[in-house]
């Protein structure tokens, strides 16, 4: 049977394709359907290229087959899905503030475990790393990782994008299909309202319920975790993780907004070509990190003590330094063994100088002044 194209799909041909794919057809409980069926149909009307269609098809497609994959997964594993998630350490904070850099510094440490990127497309438990090049989900992950660089190489320079190194959480949230994901990469207004709307905390419940599929055989070591829209869903993070360490990266909005309007820009030229509305990715980005910072600092305030605020300049300044602050702040041991890995880690991934600040609001048809209005409370409270 012929691939379903996306203009005009339903929700039960994309799960039909999907189940084809995998060869299951359990999808689990019915909490996607909403956001799928509004998502599938607000990208009839996103502007999408022929190349577009296609990349979006299989972003979906991708989700579905990762829901599938997760539900077989739990169902082959019950004694992992009764063993509690304690302690993670979770990384969040307005995308280009340090989050990628740090979560990449902290997994140097052998204490913490993550979710690598292609466990995040196909979960499973965590085979022995010597075995994942011949893994074939491995390999698949790879390719498809491998294709979209082709595209847009600046994906890798900005975000670190790598098939065997931890990534955000991001990917597992989506197979709820409530994410701002969606919303960053596609114009889809009547999902992005909806999204905003909603309370997320089964997608961090189904989150949680993936990590001990990811975790079955390593129960013990602590998770660590990194999504920037958790700033968005912080009160979430703390219903399905209460005794979470959680660290809050910032960074002053008219150096991260251009610097966020640069990264997802790259993903509206792979799914728009040229009819990318990059003046338009500006208005809406700029518009959703400034609620989702309010809506953090109404949970912290509610919260005092819950969340560690650092700033993206001490990072730069002195990583090692930065990620001691961090252990103090939780009582973590950082040992000696780590601590030189982080060097290394360091040392093989130097920052580079030109990412300091490249672009401003005016590149992107804004006002630097306008942005210093809609922050003024965030700028205010965080010294900026």
């Known amino acids: 049977m012929s691939e379903v194209s996306l203009v005009g799909a339903t929700r039960e041909q994309m799960c039909e394709q999907a189940a084809r794919r995998t060869g299951l057809d359990d999808f689990g409980d019915s909490d996607f359907h909403a956001g799928l069926d509004l998502l599938l149909a607000d990208l009839k009307e996103a502007g999408l290229s022929a190349q577009g269609m296609v990349a979006a098809r299989e972003n979906v497609l991708g989700h579905l087959a990762g829901r599938l994959r997760s539900v077989e997964g739990f169902k082959q594993h019950p004694e992992a899905m009764k063993r509690p998630i304690v302690r993670p350490l979770i990384v969040c904070g307005i ?41 074939p989900d491995f390999q698949q992950a790879k390719a498809s990782l491998d294709a979209m660089l082709a595209q847009a190489p600046e994906m890798l320079e900005d975000h670190g994008m790598a098939v065997d190194t931890v990534e955000e959480s991001l990917d597992l949230l989506a197979q709820s299909f409530r994410s701002n994901m969606f919303c960053s990469q596609f114009v889809i207004p009547n999902y992005d309202r909806w999204y905003r709307a909603q309370d997320d905390t089964p997608s961090y419940l189904r989150l949680a319920d993936n990590l001990r599929l990811v975790g079955a055989h390593d129960p013990h070591r602590t998770w660590l975790l990194k999504n920037p829209t958790d700033t968005f869903s912080l009160q979430e993070v703390l219903n399905v993780f209460p005794d979470a ?46 609620q989702a910072m309010s809506r953090a600092d109404a949970v912290k305030d509610a919260h005092p003590g819950r969340v560690l605020d650092v700033q993206f300049n001490d990072f730069v300044k002195d990583q090692i330094g930065f990620v001691r602050k961090i252990y103090d702040q939780f009582g973590l041991v950082l040992s000696e063994e780590a601590e030189t890995a982080m060097l290394g880690w360091l040392a093989a991934n130097p920052r580079r100088s030109s990412t300091m600040q490249r672009f401003t609001p005016e590149d992107y048809g804004h006002s630097s002044d306008a942005l210093k209005e809609r922050y003024s409370t965030y700028r205010a409270r965080y010294g900026y």
Not at 104 to 120: A, H, I, T, Y
């Open 245 to 290: 360490m959680i660290v809050q990266t910032h960074r002053d909005p008219l150096q991260a907004i251009p610097s966020v309007v640069n990264l997802i820009g790259s993903a509206h030229r792979i799914f728009r070509g040229e009819q990318a509305d990059i003046q338009g990715v500006f208005a809406r980005e700029e518009e959703f990190w400034q």
């Open 95 to 135: 995308v280009r503030s340090g989050t990628t850099a740090l979560h990449k510094l902290l997994s140097m440490d052998p204490q913490f475990q993550g979710v690598e990127r292609w466990l995040c497309s196909a979960p499973q438990p965590r085979p022995p790393r010597a075995e994942w090049a011949a893994n």
